[in-house]
Structure formats: structure tokens, C-alpha cells
């Protein structure tokens, strides 16, 4: 599968990731892999005929939204497929698709049931495209259109830099303290803005840190990592580990069908 990287215009840098292309050039499917949870919502913007993606057991046909928020999610794209994937900044989601998205956490959807009948318009001017910088060119056109003008929840930004800052080693009472506002009153912010309660938050924001540590320093022990991570103890970190990558740290280190 071929992937290509594009530029993202100066105005979606503060929401939007990575913009890449993706396309199925083999003969065959690719194989499953599994994908971790990472907190982000991806679009996936089909500009073939042939389905996406089979995403678990469920064959996608056309454009569709990942909220890959606390699980994993096995992924086999189809022969002659392509798409243009667009992967957002956590939180940022929210402000161009105008849903809470705890409604979405953990699913995929279909771009026609957020964006109505503007999916299919820009399914057919995608599939019309000389090529693939004009395909970037003009979905990022799209997102600028459907960016709300609605300032930032300043609470959540803040709590979203203290967390990256932190490396996800922060509590949910200092949070709590710093902003001024209610352990319930700011679950439901980052329900409405993220997905995920605080907690979840932090719990999967240490989970994908472990992950860094274990491409950085593959020579330290499982015991090591867990430990530089931030986690209490060894039970605790297999405990994450089996639900986010559906399997043991060991297990996931050992596994070329997942990506992380």
C-alpha cells in the first residue's frame, strides 16, 4: 500500500494532525492489522468505487469517521481502494463535525450520516480529481468550511496541554484545582469535546506514552517501561495493555500485524 504524506494549510494546523494518502495498488487485500486506540478521530474520504475498508467484521463502502478513542480496531483495506485520511488534534474533532462526541466514542461512522448530503458531493468531485494534491487541496477546502467560528473551550485546551505536557502523569484533582471547576462539571466538557471522561483520558494518554518508550528503548524490560510510564505497578500495566491491544505488552512487541 502506497502512503503519501501532504502539507497541511497554516489555517487546520492548530486541529489537524497528518493529512496523508492511502492507496491499495496490490492485487489482493492488504492483511488485518490491528491499529491502538490513540485518542484522535480520523477521516477516511473514499475517492474510488471499491469499498474502503473491512473495519472488526464490517465491510465499509464509502467515506467514514474513526473515533478511535479507547479501543482497537482491526483494519484490512481492499484491493483498488484509496482514500484520503485527515487525522485530528484531540478535541479538535468537535468543531468540524458539531456532535458530542461521547455519542461516537469507539465507533465508525459513515461521513453521509455527519455531513449529509455534502459527503456525496465531495465523494464526486474526489473521484474526478487529476490527482491526489488536488484531492488534498480540496478536501482542506472542505474543513475550512465546516470549521466552527466558536472560540475554543479554554478549560479543556488548557487541561489537553497540561496532559501532553505531563506525558499523561497528572491527576484529575489538579486538573480540577487548576481550571476552578467541578470533577463532573469538566468530565462533561471533555465528554462533549473529546469523548472521554478525564480519567479515560489520562489512562489512554499513558498507555500511548508507554508506547513511545517501548520504540525508544527497546533494550529496557517490560518492568522498566511500566515503570517509567508512571504505572503503579506491573498488574496495572498488563491490565491497559489488555485492553487497548487486546493482548500482553510481550505479545504486542512480538506482533508485526500491529501498529503502533
Known amino acids: 500500500m502506497r502512503i503519501q504524506m501532504y502539507d497541511i494549510i497554516p489555517s487546520l494546523q ?18 488485518h492489522v490491528r491499529v491502538l486506540p490513540d485518542t484522535c478521530v480520523e477521516l477516511f ?3 474510488t468505487s471499491t469499498p474502503i475498508a473491512i473495519i472488526g467484521d464490517e465491510l465499509h463502502k464509502r467515506s467514514i469517521i474513526s473515533f478511535r478513542m479507547s479501543r482497537p480496531m482491526d483494519i484490512q483495506m481492499r484491493k483498488g481502494a484509496g482514500c484520503l485520511a485527515v487525522c485530528f488534534y484531540p478535541g479538535m ?12 466514542t469507539d465507533t465508525n461512522a459513515a461521513l453521509s450520516d455527519v455531513w449529509n448530503n455534502l459527503a456525496e458531493e465531495i ?5 474526478s ?4 494534491d488536488t484531492r488534498v487541496f480540496m478536501v482542506q477546502h472542505y474543513l475550512l468550511r465546516q470549521l466552527t467560528r466558536a472560540k475554543n473551550d479554554l478549560q479543556v485546551a488548557y487541561c489537553l496541554q497540561q496532559v501532553q505536557s505531563a506525558a499523561g502523569l497528572i491527576s484529575v484533582s489538579k486538573l480540577t484545582n487548576d481550571t ?29 506514552q508507554s508506547l513511545t518508550h517501548l520504540k525508544k528503548h527497546p533494550v529496557l524490560s517490560l518492568t522498566e517501561i511500566a515503570c517509567k510510564s508512571g504505572y503503579y505497578d506491573q498488574a496495572h500495566f498488563n491490565r491497559d ?4 491491544t487486546g493482548g500482553t505488552p510481550s505479545e504486542l512487541v512480538h506482533a508485526p500485524h500491529i501498529l503502533y
Not at 129 to 132: H, K, L, M
Not at 180 to 191: E, M, T
Open 93 to 104: 474533532a468537535y468543531k468540524f463535525f458539531h456532535l458530542p462526541m461521547q455519542m461516537l
Open 123 to 127: 465523494e464526486d468531485k474526489m473521484a
Open 180 to 208: 476552578g471547576i467541578s470533577q463532573r462539571h469538566l468530565s462533561r466538557k471533555f465528554q462533549q469535546y473529546i469523548g472521554l471522561s478525564p480519567k479515560e483520558y489520562l489512562r489512554v494518554s499513558r498507555f500511548i
Open 45 to 47: 474520504v473514499n475517492y
Open 14 to 31: 492548530p486541529y489537524i494532525k497528518l493529512i496523508c494518502t492511502m492507496d491499495c495498488d496490490e492485487g489482493t487485500d492488504t492483511s
Open 129 to 132: 480529481a487529476r490527482n491526489n
Open 241 to 244: 495493555y489488555k485492553t487497548y
